[in-house]
């Protein structure tokens, strides 16, 4: 529809004034975009870069754009292949989008259910129950996840063939990294008192 | 390279250092990579903004009815990829009017024809949605069809009109043959062997089917061109409705003889008796469209007394139907032989992304069937359900003609999520395979069925019969007055039909004493073909009335707000907006859209309607 002249502005717009701690830009064609999300101050993906992939649909704006994290991330509302339970991703009634929203509303909301989860609306049912009933463990893990898939150690690399890797990583070893991380973050806990 | 700056400006932001270097390193290479790609990319997004400014200018120089007629049907296309010469014709066209384009679109129809075997029906109906317009023929046996598609690209509105003509008498190319009109059992077993004899392709006599297919193409143009207006049609059809139902009634009847005469006055009893249900469907506030079948059915109940002066009443009481043109004559023509005809069954069939609110459903399919034969009149009704499928199936038979109602109600609320995409034109697909399935078994069903006939007390089914032929010649004249109608052809209206059927099915399940045979003849031989949305929490829009009522004005320089946001355009002048009660404001091309699938105000997602409003508004 008007996808293509609406999507010109919002990415002028996100290139001028972008939201603080987000990046968006083209990945190649019009409708296929990338964005970055910086791990918010006092949340455990602090200091860690989140890669998205936006695919923009041919109906845009009347439908919301696909969205996905192409970075793991521990989150009660990411699974482990980057889709988002969020509201405003998804067409009424079930969900919130609305043309009037954007790009740009779109990634500062994701920020925001990164900031704050919302376990009652689980994608991911053992982390959110991690994080309800075991915060602590959940910050931990998510911290662990955040410096090992989105530290900035790992910028020295570059990007592309990171997203590549994350992409092929993310379905297989983030299950098996789960579980890894729940024992090592036991194990941690032992230790703790000795540290 | 408006996209290119944007894209480095992006990566000049503050806080991403030296990721920032690496990023633009990376897209470097990309793009001497494909540097070509990326420029002709570039030039053709250039193009396409081109086009869109073009299209918002067309638009907004529109006047309003200009504008409603193009978006009634789907004429507008998208912006940035229609040209502005073509939305001018497309606005010629339609102006000119239903005549020049039901030639237009038949010729081009015509250059697309193709004769092949008959089994490719079904690989065909694989990729009509794919290649839009086309116009197919071929026969198998001495079973002969043609197909109409139209797609609509914008709407994903899908119609299709087929025809099938099946000669009883196999290997006989002379249609004078099958004059008289033949006994009942052999019908059958003819049917039977037509199936089975199908390694003799047989040339089907031009003159009965050629005029038949042109019909069904024509009246589904007329059909689709009558739709605009369709909110003063619906307004009409409650009173006015019964006067020219009546007159239908009246009009299929004179030419019935005293035979098919008989059995309709005994049914009068049952008749009245579905009245009574089905008005109270009625007052369920349920649609319109069941309304319409009310009536129809109210027809029957009233008019059986008086039939006889109607009986003898001569052929010019049958009311030219309207806007049927030059279909009807063909049809006419057809019917001045009414046993000559092979059996023929006209199936039309419409998929049409049903605007949500406008009707109960979101998406419905429906086709009408017609088959003929000699066999005895004859109502029954089944209804079936299982596993969120619910079927019914009626049939009635009069003066050797049937007439098959068979309803579907399928909940494809996963589909329509994502819009009328190609999960749906899958299940398209699958009912169409079903129906081509259906006319396979066709004679096997016919056989079976009257099998059956004497287990099922028909007498007391008289519902469809009003609609449904009254022999020979009244039958196709009664066809095209329903098709001219432009009514049925409506998914609401189907939709209320067939719900009305199926109130038919089950008030008459406890008459009928069939169990639930093989469902898929059933489902094959459908006359309306259903796929109907029956949750309710999807996503309503509004009507295109409902739409219209909103107020609209023109943009004035003055104005505080000055952006869309739809379409994060600024308003320019002359530009047509259009305020929701909430006093948001949008372009009406914008909000129209957003509007046609969902009822909130898209800023404050308050309801454009208030609640309640809109059942008594539809």
């Known amino acids: 529809?008007?996808?293509?002249?609406?999507?010109?502005?919002?990415?002028?717009?996100?290139?001028?004034?972008?939201?603080?701690?987000?990046?968006?830009?083209?990945?190649?064609?019009?409708?296929?975009?990338?964005?970055?999300?910086?791990?918010?101050?006092?949340?455990?993906?602090?200091?860690?870069?989140?890669?998205?992939?936006?695919?923009?649909?041919?109906?845009?704006?009347?439908?919301?754009?696909?969205?996905?994290?192409?970075?793991?991330?521990?989150?009660?509302?990411?699974?482990?292949?980057?889709?988002?339970?969020l509201d405003v991703l998804k067409l009424p009634p079930k969900g919130a989008w609305r043309p009037s929203l954007n790009i740009s509303t779109l990634l500062t909301s994701i920020q925001l259910l990164m900031a704050e989860p919302n376990p009652d609306d689980p994608l991911m049912a053992n982390i959110s129950t991690e994080y309800k009933y075991n915060k602590q463990l959940f910050l931990l893990n998510a911290r662990e996840w955040t410096e090992k898939y989105a530290g900035q150690m790992r910028v020295s690399k570059p990007l592309e063939e990171k997203i590549i890797q994350n992409k092929t990583s993310t379905c297989s070893e983030s299950t098996v990294q789960k579980r890894k991380g729940v024992d090592i973050s036991r194990k941690e806990k032992k230790s703790r008192p000795d540290s | 390279?408006?996209?290119?700056?944007?894209?480095?400006?992006?990566?000049?932001?503050?806080?991403?250092?030296?990721?920032?270097?690496?990023?633009?390193?990376?897209?470097?290479?990309?793009?001497?990579?494909?540097?070509?790609?990326?420029?002709?990319?570039?030039?053709?997004?250039?193009?396409?903004?081109?086009?869109?400014?073009?299209?918002?200018?067309?638009?907004?120089?529109?006047?309003?009815?200009?504008?409603?007629?193009?978006?009634?049907?789907?004429?507008?296309?998208?912006?940035?990829?229609?040209?502005?010469?073509?939305?001018?014709?497309?606005?010629?066209?339609?102006?000119?009017?239903?005549?020049?384009?039901?030639?237009?679109?038949?010729?081009?129809?015509?250059?697309?024809?193709?004769v092949s075997n008959g089994d490719s029906i079904i690989d065909w109906l694989n990729s009509v949605r794919q290649t839009g317009n086309t116009t197919r023929s071929g026969q198998r046996g001495n079973q002969s069809w043609r197909a109409v598609s139209r797609t609509n690209p914008n709407s994903g509105d899908f119609r299709f009109s087929l025809e099938i003509n099946v000669n009883r008498n196999n290997g006989n190319t002379n249609p004078e043959t099958e004059n008289e009109p033949s006994v009942e059992p052999s019908n059958g077993e003819d049917l039977e062997n037509s199936q089975s004899d199908s390694e003799i392709p047989r040339s089907e006599s031009p003159s009965v089917r050629q005029p038949g297919s042109e019909r069904s193409s024509a009246e589904e143009l007329t059909a689709e061109e009558a739709s605009p207006p369709r909110g003063q049609r619906r307004a009409r059809s409650r009173s006015p409705e019964q006067r020219r139902t009546r007159a239908r009634t009246d009009r299929s009847r004179s030419p019935i003889n005293a035979v098919s005469e008989a059995p309709r006055r005994s049914h009068h009893n049952t008749s009245s008796q579905t009245l009574d249900h089905s008005s109270a469907s009625e007052a369920e506030g349920s649609s319109r469209t069941r309304q319409h079948v009310t009536l129809r059915q109210h027809t029957v109940g009233t008019e059986v007394p008086s039939e006889n002066a109607v009986l003898f009443s001569p052929p010019e009481t049958r009311p030219a139907p309207q806007a049927a043109g030059s279909s009807e004559t063909s049809g006419t023509s057809e019917s001045t032989a009414p046993g000559q005809r092979p059996p023929t069954i006209v199936l039309d069939l419409q998929v049409r992304r049903v605007r949500p609110g406008e009707y109960r459903q979101r998406d419905s399919i429906a086709n009408r069937t017609r088959s003929r034969s000699q066999t005895p009149n004859n109502t029954v009704t089944y209804e079936s359900e299982r596993g969120g499928f619910r079927r019914t199936f009626s049939r009635s038979e009069r003066a050797g003609v049937r007439t098959y109602v068979s309803t579907i109600r399928i909940p494809i609320r996963r589909i329509l999520n994502t819009g009328l995409s190609e999960t749906t034109s899958v299940a398209i697909q699958t009912m169409l395979r079903q129906i081509m399935t259906g006319f396979g078994e066709l004679s096997y069903f016919m056989y079976s069925d009257s099998d059956a006939d004497p287990s099922g007390p028909a007498p007391s089914q008289n519902v469809e019969t009003s609609e449904p032929q009254s022999g020979g010649g009244g039958a196709s004249g009664n066809e095209n007055a329903d098709v001219s109608s432009g009514e049925v052809y409506e998914g609401g209206h189907e939709a209320g039909s067939t719900s009305g059927a199926r109130r038919e099915g089950r008030n008459m399940r406890g008459s009928v004493t069939f169990e639930e045979s093989g469902s898929l003849p059933f489902l094959s031989l459908a006359q309306f073909f259903l796929l109907n949305e029956d949750d309710d929490d999807q996503p309503r829009g509004l009507t295109k009335e409902q739409i219209d009522n909103l107020a609209m004005r023109n943009f004035g320089e003055s104005d505080a707000l000055k952006t869309c946001s739809v379409c994060i355009t600024e308003y320019t002048e002359g530009n047509k907006l259009r305020k929701l009660p909430c006093s948001h404001e949008y372009h009406v091309h914008c909000i129209d859209r957003w509007l046609s699938e969902n009822s909130t105000c898209p800023i404050c997602r308050r309801a454009v309607l208030a609640s309640g409003n809109r059942e008594s508004v539809v």
């Open chain 1, 1 to 85: 529809m008007q996808r293509a002249s609406r999507l010109t502005k919002e990415l002028s717009l996100l290139a001028t004034e972008p939201p603080p701690g987000i990046t968006c830009w083209q990945n190649g064609r019009l409708d296929d975009l990338r964005a970055q999300i910086l791990g918010g101050v006092d949340t455990p993906y602090e200091k860690g870069i989140f890669n998205l992939e936006i695919i923009v649909p041919e109906r845009y704006p009347f439908e919301p754009p696909k969205i996905r994290f192409l970075t793991p991330i521990y989150h009660p509302n990411i699974d482990s292949a980057g889709r988002i339970c």
């Open chain 2, 1 to 114: 390279m408006l996209y290119f700056t944007a894209l480095m400006k992006g990566l000049f932001s503050p806080f991403l250092g030296t990721f920032l270097l690496i990023k633009m390193e990376s897209s470097d290479s990309s793009d001497k990579g494909s540097i070509d790609q990326s420029e002709a990319q570039r030039q053709s997004q250039l193009d396409r903004l081109d086009r869109e400014e073009a299209f918002y200018q067309f638009v907004n120089n529109l006047s309003e009815e200009d504008y409603r007629l193009m978006r009634d049907n789907n004429l507008l296309g998208t912006p940035g990829e229609i040209t502005e010469e073509e939305l001018l014709r497309r606005l010629h066209q339609v102006k000119e009017g239903p005549p020049q384009q039901n030639s237009d679109e038949n010729r081009g129809a015509e250059s697309a024809e193709d």
